[in-house]
């Protein structure tokens, strides 16, 4: 929603512009888009950026360690209980290949 107010506000500000009286109006939403692109391709480089270090970490050897920690900082801090490593650890849990067998 944040994209819509700042391509509102372009437009807004065009249409009121010393422009918008001497050109045309086709010319002022252009004009406006092209302010609200290049917003909007800086906004948006920022946060690939940011999702692609995020799948970088995720998915490294560590990456579910990194993970396990950061859920357990967060809750101790809004929670005030502080998890004991037994409950919590930060080893490797080695899961089996397969599911026990039935029966």
Excluded: C
Aim: proline content about 3%; overall charge neutral.
């Amino acid at each position: 929603m944040a994209d819509a107010l700042v391509l509102a506000r372009a437009l807004i500000s065009k249409k009121d512009s010393f422009f918008a009286k001497a050109f045309s109006d086709s010319h002022n939403i252009s004009a406006a888009i092209k302010e609200y692109e290049k917003f909007m391709f800086e906004f948006a480089k920022e946060n690939a950026e940011k999702t692609a270090e995020g799948l970088k970490k995720h998915f490294s050897k560590e990456g579910g360690e990194e993970r396990a920690r950061k859920f357990k900082d967060y809750y101790e801090k809004h929670t005030g209980q502080k998890l004991s490593e037994e409950v919590f650890g930060t080893s490797t849990v080695n899961a089996p290949a397969s599911p026990p067998a039935e029966g």
